[in-house]
């Protein structure tokens, strides 16, 4: 049986595919830096190089001070005491790093937009683990960014148009609804409770690369100011899952498709 031989990617391909592995390692990154640092589970030292490197790729440049600000929360056991002066152990109170405890006054809708976001998840093979963080976590919508854009990597170095056409649209709804939408409110929450702590400046390079990504994709994300971003009184609504991504079914689907 012969072999099928890819021709090379084209100048134009190389460069979308650098860009999108550069998004996805710097989500990644991120996704690590807002995970609560408490947990057993969590990963250690933040890769700061990568990070720097894949906001260049972007042309978005980490500022030398930023910089210097992000490694006093490189190592984990570092960061765990900025991580509770910020976000705290109410989530009604501080800076809550959940995109439902904003604007939403009643649990109903709370549990609405849960529902959506769990969609997205579910619909590329993302699947919730006991116990974990809810899916509305930042650092979960960071990680699930950094998966489609890694997908579409995937798909770009595989000529498949229609798989790369699914995660661009996915990617696309996914900011103008969650993460480009509120994301940037939260950094500027930050900024004002603690503007000179290593998560307000990881805050500050999220909003630019979550901005920057769907002004690529032609998202149009309306995006919250800080002074819009008030948190519900109400419980939650106990749902619980975990930031980390388990793949399997059917992960090519948009949210909402057969």
């Known amino acids: 049986m012969a072999t099928q031989i890819r021709p090379p990617l084209a100048r134009l391909e190389m460069a979308a595919l650098?860009?999108?592995?550069?998004?996805?390692d710097a989500y990644r990154v991120l996704a690590v830096a807002f995970r609560d640092p408490d947990d057993p589970s969590a990963e250690g030292e933040l890769d700061l190089a990568t990070l720097r490197s894949a906001a260049a790729v972007l042309g978005s440049p980490i500022a030398p001070e930023a910089l210097r600000t992000l490694r006093r929360i490189a190592r984990r056991e570092t960061r765990a005491s900025e991580h509770r002066a910020i976000f705290g152990h109410v989530v009604a109170h501080g800076c809550p790093p959940y995109e439902t405890e904003y604007g939403r006054r009643h649990v109903f809708g709370q549990s609405?937009?849960?529902?959506?976001?769990?969609?997205?998840?579910?619909?590329?093979?993302?699947?919730?683990?006991?116990?974990?963080?809810?899916?509305d976590h930042v650092a979960c919508e960071l990680e699930f960014l950094a998966l489609l854009c890694l997908k579409e990597a995937i798909a770009l170095t595989a000529a498949d148009v229609d798989r790369r056409a699914i995660c661009r649209a996915?990617?696309?709804?996914?900011?103008?609804d969650h993460a480009g939408r509120w994301l940037p409110?939260?950094?500027?929450?930050?900024?004002?409770?603690?503007?000179?702590?290593?998560?307000?400046?990881?805050?500050?390079?999220a909003a630019t690369i979550v901005t920057g990504h769907a002004r690529e994709l032609g998202a149009a994300t309306d995006p919250l100011e800080p002074d819009d971003v008030v948190p519900i009184t109400d419980e939650p609504d106990g749902f619980a899952f975990d930031c980390g991504a388990v793949a399997g079914g059917d992960d090519l689907s948009p949210p909402g498709g057969s």
């Open 18 to 24: 650098d860009r999108g592995l550069a998004r996805a």
């Open 112 to 135: 609405q937009e849960l529902g959506d976001i769990r969609g997205f998840y579910e619909a590329f093979g993302v699947r919730p683990r006991p116990g974990g963080e809810r899916p």
């Open 170 to 176: 996915a990617a696309a709804r996914f900011l103008s």
């Open 185 to 205: 409110a939260l950094a500027g929450r930050i900024a004002r409770r603690a503007p000179s702590t290593g998560y307000a400046a990881a805050a500050a390079v």
